[in-house]
DNA sequence: ACCACTGTATGGTCAGACCATAGAACGCGA
DNA sequence: TCGCGTTCTATGGTCTGACCATACAGTGGT
């Protein structure tokens, strides 16, 4: 008797199965944003698995940034399908630092790219100056290191969502949001943030004369100025 | 009698709290990759939550690819610490793209990004041309779209690798992979990919020759060549 | 020394119970 | 009819205990 059957060689898991189905109803059904998914105990009497595995299975669509439980009544309550795929990114970001299997180094890296192609693109379509301004002014008024990277994160991540990029503006908050902590760490060592407000202003004044190469020039310079250990310069 | 207790606007989830238990571990113990989590039932009663609570947070840890599990016995069993960013990445992108919550464009404008600084880095040190060698004749020896693709994501995810930055990899692997459906309809629809191979080989001409802006020139053409929808040509 | 059997720790899953939440439905008084 | 407080109920969140599947560790026989 052979075993016509194929047997996979690893088990898929029920909560594996579970994901997979809602997937394809997302795919299939085009279902979007706002969209309910039916309620845990009633997709598992649909899928014919427990409860527990369409919890983990709905676990992972929320650490995806998917979907977004609330429990309750009403139209908002169960399982809606949302998009926020900054905290997967940052949580992932943060947990992989953490284990060092991620360098600073390569995160700030990441972000001198992302910037950089930003900052030209912004300058290239003259986008986004009144978000960078109203950032400045936060900057000035800081009086805490915190204060003061909050508005810089601010300016920076707008100048990312000048490019109309979604995904890059996501990559963008969640590289700035893992990093907050040595952030803040570095703009206390700096004691001094005239030389970052000045890139700024370099910044912003690229961006509003339209000239890509400046502005990009201008972000590798105040990057270099915001991490001197990791950016020597000559 | 005042309520000295702080009242968290939103209740914290038992699961979220195991979550951030085992993070500090992580951090303050210095855990690292292959290091192991204790069992699932130690673990629920050193935290005094039930075992389906620690299952959900480690459920969490494998979706961002920090955590991987292995039932039986042995030094291997159990939650093992490792470092798979990828496949996070690319469940992400793949799922907020069937939400439609993500726009092919974007996806491959920020291919473009990443892969344009990552050539030009790869000329700039002349490194990584011999897997970019091996890619190029896995293609030549490719008799369908989907083999085709398979070296051509090798090829491409070569460059990002020869940057050195493992998160520019992580990401670049991941945006491949959940556009792949759409790279194999692409290339079929192409059916000529000769006009890729030119492609492929003016790059690694570029790099080969240490020229980094005849790189970012390169990469970017070549994409106008395989998705002339997305990049209409003048 | 080798090998087959058994033991056991571990993850994977399920069923059922209970709690917390928050809108829905209801009922009552003005 | 309107307004408001009460009760109902659907939903997520959690715990417990049980059982299965897996794969190495230990054991004992050859």
């Not at 909560?15 to 109803?25: G, K, S, T």
């Not at 039916?38 to 649909?46: C, I, K």
């Not at 339209?210 to 502005?215: D, K, V």
Request: proline residues 3%.
């Amino acid at each position: 008797m052979t075993d016509t059957g194929w047997r996979p060689v690893k088990r898929t898991r029920a909560f594996e199965d579970v994901l997979a189905q809602i997937e394809r109803r997302i795919v299939e059904d085009g279902l979007t944003v706002g969209d309910r998914l039916p309620g845990e105990r009633q997709l598992a009497e649909q899928l014919q698995v427990g409860r527990s595995s369409v919890r983990e299975a709905l676990r992972v669509l929320e650490t995806l940034g998917v979907v977004s439980s609330q429990a309750g009544r009403g139209p908002d309550a169960g399982a809606v399908l949302t998009s926020r795929p900054d905290s997967a990114l940052t949580d992932l970001l943060r947990l992989h630092l953490g284990l060092a299997s991620l360098e600073l180094r390569e995160v700030i890296d990441t972000r001198l790219m992302i910037e950089r192609w930003a900052a030209a693109g912004a300058a290239t379509a003259r986008a986004g100056t009144t978000a960078l301004v109203a950032a400045l002014e936060g900057m000035e008024r800081a009086r805490t290191a915190e204060e003061f990277v909050e508005h810089d994160t601010a300016f920076h991540c707008a100048i990312a969502d000048a490019s109309g990029n979604r995904l890059i503006a996501a990559i963008m908050r969640s590289l700035r949001e893992s990093v907050r902590r040595y952030a803040i760490e570095a703009v206390e060592q700096l004691g001094d943030t005239r030389v970052l407000q000045d890139g700024h202003r370099r910044i912003l004044a690229a961006i509003d004369a339209g000239s890509p190469e400046e502005a990009a020039r201008a972000v590798t310079d105040h990057l270099a100025d915001a991490y001197p250990t990791l950016f020597p310069r000559p």
